[in-house]
Each structure stands twice: as C-alpha cells, then as structure tokens.
C-alpha cells in the first residue's frame, strides 16, 4: 500500500528530523538522490554521463537548494551544469557555493530571457536534461510569468525536485503554467499531488527517497491500493462454499427505457465472483438472456434473500424509481447506489429515512452526481470527499482520473489511473455490480470500492490494449484481470 501524507505534517516530520541531524544532511541526501536519477535518465537517453550538459531551473528556496547540490554531484561525474536563478538574492546560499566550488556555471534569468547566444545564456536551449528546482512544498498557485517563459524553453526532459513545480502540492490542482516532468524525485513520503489528477499526470516516474521521516509521520492522510492489496482482499471460494455463502448478489437497476444498464451491472457482479446474482426489474427478460445463471424477476417483493443490493443505473428517476431505491435501502443489507440512485438521494432527502441506521451504503457519483449531492466540489477533491462521506453516514467513492474513496471515519484511498479506458459509457454500471459483488462477499465497504475502482481500471486497460473499448468488454475482461493478480485460493 502506498501511503501519502499532506505537506504540513510533512514539514513537521522534517522539523523534527531536521533538529538532530548535520546542518544540510538532509538537503545533501535528497540532492544526490536527483543527481543519481539525473544521470541514470542521461545515460538511458545519450548513452552517457560524462559530458552531457544539464541546466538547473533554481528558485528562491531550498527545492531550488536541492537542485544546486544536486548540479555540484552531478558535476563530479564529468557533467556541464549551468544554474539559471529565479531569484538571484534569496538563493540558496550554500547549494550556490557548492555548485560553484564544483565548477558549475551560473547564470540568472534575465540572462537567458535576453537570448544572447553565447554558451551560458544558451544552457536551456543546448542542455541534455533539466532539473526543475523552482519551488517544492511551498508552492502555491501556477508558475509566476518568468519561471513560466524559462520553462516554455525547454525542449530536454525535466526531472522535478519533490513535485513539478506550478501544481499545487496538496490537492494536486493546475491552476496555471506548470511543468511537465519525465520523472520526479520526491523525499521522504508520498504528496498528495503524485497521485491526485491531474497534477500526478504531470510527475512522470516518481521515486521516493528516504530521508529517514517515516518513523515521525504517524498514520496517513491517505492510501493508494496496490495489486497485493487487492488479491489479499478478493472473495475467492473456498473449499467449504456454496453459491449462497459466498454472499448473493442483487441487482436493481436499469428497466425497459435502458436494459443495457441491466445488464452492464449484472455482468459486473457475475464476474466478479462466483456463487449468486439475483436480478429484479423490468428489464428481467434481457439480463436473463445475457446470463441464463441470473435470477431475474420483475420486481423487487419477488427477488428473494441477498446480501448485497445495486441500484441505481439506468434506473431513471421517476417514481418507481424512487420506490425501488426506499425498498433496497430498507432492506437491512448493505447497499451501492450509483447514477440514478445518487440523483434521486440528493432531490428527495426523505429517502434517507428509509435506510436502516449503520447499514453500510456506498455512493459512487461522479462530479455533476457529487454537486447535487453534496455542492461543488471545488479544487480540494479529497475534503470534499470526505465532508461528504461524513454527512452521508456512507463510503462516497468519487470518479475521476484520480478516483477518491473515503468513509464515514474520514479514512481516504485514492487511485489514480492516468488512463482515460474506463471514461465511456455503461462503464460506471459496470463498476456498481463490481463493488456490489464484494459487498455481498463481506468486502468491508471502503474496501469493496477501492478494489473495485483497481479491478476495474485494471479490466478497462486489459480490455483497451491500446484501442478504444466498450464497457461491455471492460465486464468481459474482469476475470483477466483478477488473474492477472494471481490470488491466493
Ligand atoms: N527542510 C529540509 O531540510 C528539506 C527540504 N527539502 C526541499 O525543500 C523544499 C521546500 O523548500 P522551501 O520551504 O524553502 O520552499 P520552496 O518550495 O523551495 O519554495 C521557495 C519559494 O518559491 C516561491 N514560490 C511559491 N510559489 C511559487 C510559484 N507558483 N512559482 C514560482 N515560485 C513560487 C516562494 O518564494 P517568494 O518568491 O514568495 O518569496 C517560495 O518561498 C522541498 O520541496 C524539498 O525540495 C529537501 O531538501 C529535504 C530536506
Ligand atoms: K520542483
């Protein structure tokens, strides 16, 4: 699992790292992890490190202090390194010291700005790779108008020291001018912009250093899930199981206007697990034959005992709608409520009161469905996700390029695909019968969404293999991708 902690206690963690370390220990490590990734990426692009030119982009802080030592190690490895300072007053003074020491070239801005076309005003347009150092942790807002006209220059890759400079570091939000990195070097833990949208699309690979903060960070702001955390929680049968105790499935969604909804949502559930899906709605006869193995029935006093029920796609919001969401909310069991359901929750709060009090309720909007439910969303997705899991008493799982999950207890994971398969229609359906499967299972709820938001972008780019896919082969490539992981049985 991968952990990320907002900025603030990130520097709080340092401070306390900071006061019983060597002055600039800490800064020197950090520095020469850049410059081992610096040289790693030119001897990958120009088959060499020795001779290979590399301009520093620095700022007036110690990210741009962290670019300066790491063009001073650099240089020891035979590397041409010229520093263009943002701001020649406040720059770092001892990284500036070492570069220079180093045999490093510096020049300011201004200079580069003037296009003078001699070797040191030249140092963006001839380097081999760049260093952003503009700013790190204290960045707020795009990138000023003259970091902003540097890096419109650069045609090399960039590596970014902590974060591409000009995203904001705790939402992951791009509000202006920002860099666009091969690869960021991040120290101490995880930010929430390198797994956030869209900044994260921005950060290239990124490597986390250690710089001995961990033991001083305590619990998370938030998780990303990765592929063991997944297989540890998927509901595979065991010996001793049959179709009902692996936890039947109930799908009340779609009807006669969409049946493909019906069936979307079906397939999600059938294929994520084995054991029982129970279908009830208008659109029985089209999911029956889709999959001969569904119970499907017209109506919800028919469909029978389960221990999960999806509802809410293709559903339509008319009244027999809002009657089939207060029955499955009423129904003791817990519940996913997408699209539909999610629209029709937000305009008649008194469907609230037809839930069973601590039954678990996962709600899975996306933006427009999120505003309705819970007012705009703003720039900070994660503490809207949270305000609102909170006021729902539910898990809100919201869809995005990055996909933000939180609880009612304020935990948060995030998944981050950086992939647009899953953005096509019906593929939302398709994720409702998923995490409607691993709530029936026993999946605890906050779980059930993050793995099912992993399944399923991990279907959509199995089913994609680079070409555009309908959400009906995202269904069709669930049990690919839940081999893929290779559970334990
Ligand atoms: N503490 C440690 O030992 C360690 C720290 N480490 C490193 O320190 C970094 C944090 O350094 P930091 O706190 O000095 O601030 P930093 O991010 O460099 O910003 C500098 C200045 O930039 C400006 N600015 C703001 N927004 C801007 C924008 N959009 N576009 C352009 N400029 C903008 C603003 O200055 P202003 O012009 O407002 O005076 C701001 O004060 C951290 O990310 C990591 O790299 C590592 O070495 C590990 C050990
Ligand atoms: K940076």
Not at 234 to 254: R, S
Request: proline share 6%; with cysteine; charged share 20%.
């Amino acid at each position: 699992m991968r952990e990320v902690w907002t900025t603030g206690r990130i520097r709080a963690a340092e401070d306390v790292v900071l006061a019983r370390t060597q002055p600039g220990a800490l800064m020197r490590r950090a520095a020469f992890a850049v410059s081992v990734h610096a040289a790693r990426m030119l001897r990958e692009r120009s088959g060499r490190v020795a001779g290979c030119r590399v301009a520093l982009l620095v700022g007036a802080g110690n990210n741009g202090g962290d670019a300066l030592w790491a063009g001073a190690f650099l240089r020891r490895r035979g590397v041409g390194v010229t520093a263009v300072l943002l701001a020649p007053d406040k720059t770092h003074t001892e990284g500036l010291a070492a570069l220079r020491r180093a045999g490093g070239r510096v020049v300011t801005a201004a200079d580069v700005s003037s296009e003078r076309s001699d070797g040191d005003s030249n140092a963006l347009a001839t380097a081999d790779l760049v260093i952003d150092g503009i700013v790190g942790l204290a960045a707020r807002g795009g990138l000023r108008p003259d970091a902003a006209a540097l890096v419109e220059r650069v045609t090399a890759p960039i590596i970014a020291v902590d974060l591409p400079s000009g995203v904001d570091p705790d939402t992951g939000a791009v509000t202006g001018p920002a860099v666009a990195a091969a690869a960021t070097v991040t120290f101490g833990a995880y930010k929430p912009l390198h797994v956030l949208a869209p900044a994260a699309s921005r950060c290239g690979e990124v490597h986390l250093i250690d710089i001995g903060l961990r033991p001083e960070l305590g619990e998370p702001d938030f998780r990303v899930l990765d592929p063991g955390d997944v297989a540890a929680r998927l509901p595979l049968p065991k010996p001793a199981d049959d179709k009902y105790t692996q936890g039947v499935v109930g799908v009340a969604a779609g009807g006669s206007t969409y049946p493909g909804a019906a069936v979307l949502t079906t397939s999600g559930a059938v294929l994520t697990k084995s054991g029982m899906v129970r279908y009830a709605g208008s659109a029985a006869d089209v999911v029956r034959a889709r999959w001969p193995e569904v119970i499907a029935t017209g109506s919800l006093s028919d469909a029978g005992r389960v221990q999960a029920w999806v509802t809410g796609p293709g559903l339509g919001t008319a009244s027999g709608a809002r009657e089939t969401v207060r029955e499955v909310l009423a129904a003791d069991v817990p519940v996913i409520a997408d699209a539909d359901a999610v629209n029709l929750l937000a305009a008649h709060p008194d469907l609230w009161d037809a839930r069973e009090p601590g039954t678990p309720l996962v709600l899975t909007p996306h933006e427009r469905e999120f505003a309705r439910l819970a007012g705009d969303i703003g720039d900070d997705h994660v503490a809207a996700v949270v305000a609102a899991a909170k006021r729902c008493d539910a898990v809100v799982l919201l869809k995005g390029h990055s996909t933000v999950i939180a609880d009612q207890d304020g935990r948060v994971l995030v998944h981050y695909t950086g992939r647009a398969w899953p953005a096509t229609a019906g593929s939302g359906d398709v994720l409702s019968g998923i995490i409607g499967a691993l709530l029936a299972a026993g999946v605890e709820p906050l779980f059930a969404a993050g793995c099912a938001a992993w399944l399923h972008d991990s279907a959509a780019a199995i089913a994609a293999s680079g070409a555009p896919t309908p959400a009906s082969l995202i269904a069709e490539a669930i049990p690919a991708a839940i081999r893929a992981l290779e559970p334990k049985t």
